[in-house]
């Protein structure tokens, strides 16, 4: 391949040379397909792309000959968040039984290629065989019929896509809620209003009856059968919120005002109007405007709805964490609500983000500001703030030696490495693990996705096995363990685990051959030190 006999550009192509490596022993078929087809996963241009190699990857273990096919397929010629959804539904269909990729997945020449338009469908398609009436009942509603438009990300954003994106949500929730929740489905998809295309009132009205169904069953069911949800209008979600609302901190304050005789017949829309008054006046309007006024200084309708009126207990959450944030960073809060997934509907992915910022802000200022300025100059993936925020919670001082390393900064897109990744993930307690690993000189020069990958991961792995005790902390110091990560070094690294599992005690045969190790490391030899792992794994004290 012309990107491999270049010369390889980056984590990304590494990452993805490692995994042609796998299919090309594991799953020919994979590979070969993935060769001749015409996409942007080779070599890969972004995040994304691993993320979908990675799937094919997964569900080659399943099935080989389907996913190639599918690898060939045209809605992977230019991966985009959706696109996943359609792969996670394969994997849960292969999970099942492997067999089932080759109903979702059509043959050469005996199908339609799965485009762009039909990935959104494979959902619909995944009910319809483990479900096949909710699957027919979803398929049988018009805007469901006449297909799942495709909406390019970059016009997500204006009126017309918006509303097909949304309609896209919608069907997803309806796909969902079969699954987990059967009678409250039966409940929703009945709904008259369920067959006209998306309008903006329904999304609302399904997610917080939904909301209820998790906590109250019976009684989301009793409202779906009430006259003021034969139709829906915005009074309807506020309705429901006031109810949700209740449910959650008035319990019984609930069950008199469903036992009133004037409920006898069910809500009705002047009922409903009722309630939608008192829930703005008690729980929305005024005390959200005014703590929004009183942080920012102002105008609470110059932000986002979800900020002033949130429609359900995630937004609510995120709402107040901005807010937190803007006590301590106003300019890291204002640059957040500009985000495409927080403006103006806080996507899942930004109540993710939100979380993490909140928790980097609060854990400490310095890593805050530190943040700040990347995200400014260099932007940062989410795999990236992930990273960051376990550690920042954990060990700040460690966070600001990350940021202060060159490679790391650079590295904002395309996420952490998986072997410091799985350091950041083990050092639970905040101890000095991670400051250690970070000023090793092979680290600060810049970790690759082989040896030096792997010898974190294995720093990780002997200080989970010693808990942090006195063995994992002489490896830590340990001149040959410093300064390098070659394919020995990593052998000797894996011997010490190995000899630490199968003897905590410190009182088998192989004492004598670990003090070794710790003198010499890879300079014993690569023969030698798999022959002490292989014997050593055998042994049990």
Do not use: C
């Not at 994979?30 to 190699?53: G, N, T, Y």
């Not at 979600?237 to 609302?245: M, N, P, T, V």
């Amino acid at each position: 391949m012309p990107w491999v006999q270049d010369g390889l550009d980056g984590l990304q192509e590494q990452r993805a040379l490692a995994i042609l490596r796998e299919l090309e022993t594991g799953a020919p078929a994979v590979f070969l397909s993935l060769a001749r087809a015409e996409h942007q996963l080779l070599p890969p241009e972004s995040d994304r792309a691993i993320r979908a190699l990675e799937a094919l990857a997964s569900l080659a273990l399943a099935n080989e000959h389907a996913t190639a096919r599918l690898a060939a397929m045209p809605f992977l010629y230019e991966v985009e968040y959706n696109d996943f959804e359609a792969l996670q539904y394969l994997q849960t269909a292969a999970d099942i039984h492997p067999g089932y990729l080759d109903t979702l997945v059509p043959f050469e020449g005996q199908g339609t290629p799965i485009t762009d338009e039909l990935a959104g469908e494979i959902p619909v398609k995944y009910l319809e065989i483990f479900l096949p009436d909710a699957g027919s009942r979803i398929r049988s509603l018009p805007w469901v019929d006449d297909g799942i438009a495709y909406v390019p990300e970059s016009e997500e954003s204006t009126p017309a896509g918006r509303k097909l994106t949304l309609e896209r949500r919608k069907m997803l929730i309806l796909v969902d809620t079969a699954q987990a929740m059967p009678v409250v489905f039966d409940g929703l998809v009945g709904k008259q209003w369920m067959q006209r295309h998306y309008d903006g009132v329904e999304l609302v009205v399904m997610e917080n009856i939904i909301e209820l169904a998790q906590v109250d069953r019976a009684l989301a069911l009793k409202l779906l059968a009430m006259p003021f949800l034969d139709t829906y209008q915005n009074p309807d979600a506020w309705a429901l919120r006031f109810i949700l609302e209740l449910r959650s901190t008035e319990p019984r304050q609930l069950d008199r005002l469903l036992a009133d005789r004037e409920l006898a017949g069910g809500i009705t829309d002047e009922i409903r109007d009722r309630l939608t008054s008192i829930y703005k006046e008690r729980y929305l309007e005024s005390p959200t405007a005014s703590r929004v006024r009183e942080v920012t200084g102002l105008n609470p309708d110059t932000f986002p709805g979800w900020v002033t009126e949130p429609g359900n207990r995630h937004e609510e959450a995120a709402g107040e964490q901005l807010l937190d944030i803007w006590s301590n960073h106003p300019a890291i809060a204002e640059e957040l609500i500009d985000r495409p997934w927080a403006a103006p509907e806080l996507t899942t992915t930004g109540r993710r983000q939100m979380a993490y910022f909140h928790e980097i802000v609060v854990s400490s200022d310095q890593v805050a500001e530190r943040l700040a300025y990347l995200w400014e100059t260099q932007g940062y993936s989410e795999t990236f703030l992930l990273s960051l925020h376990r550690l920042t919670v954990k060990n700040p001082q460690a966070a600001l030696l990350f940021l202060d390393l060159d490679w790391a900064r650079g590295n904002g897109h395309s996420g952490v490495p998986q072997g410091l990744g799985r350091v950041i993930t083990k050092d639970r307690e905040g101890t000095d693990l991670v400051e250690r690993v970070l000023g090793m000189r092979w680290v600060v020069d810049g970790l690759n996705w082989e040896e030096e990958n792997e010898a974190a991961r294995l720093l990780a792995a002997i200080w989970e096995e010693d808990q942090g005790q006195d063995l994992a902390r002489r490896v830590l110091e340990l001149d040959w363990v410093k300064d390098g990560a070659s394919e020995e070094d990593n052998a000797a690294l894996l011997a010490i685990n190995v000899i630490i599992h199968t003897d905590p005690e410190g009182t088998g045969p192989y004492q004598e051959q670990l003090e070794r190790v710790f003198e010499l490391g890879g300079s014993i030899g690569i023969e030698g030190l798999w022959e002490l792992i292989y014997a050593s794994e055998s042994y049990v004290g």
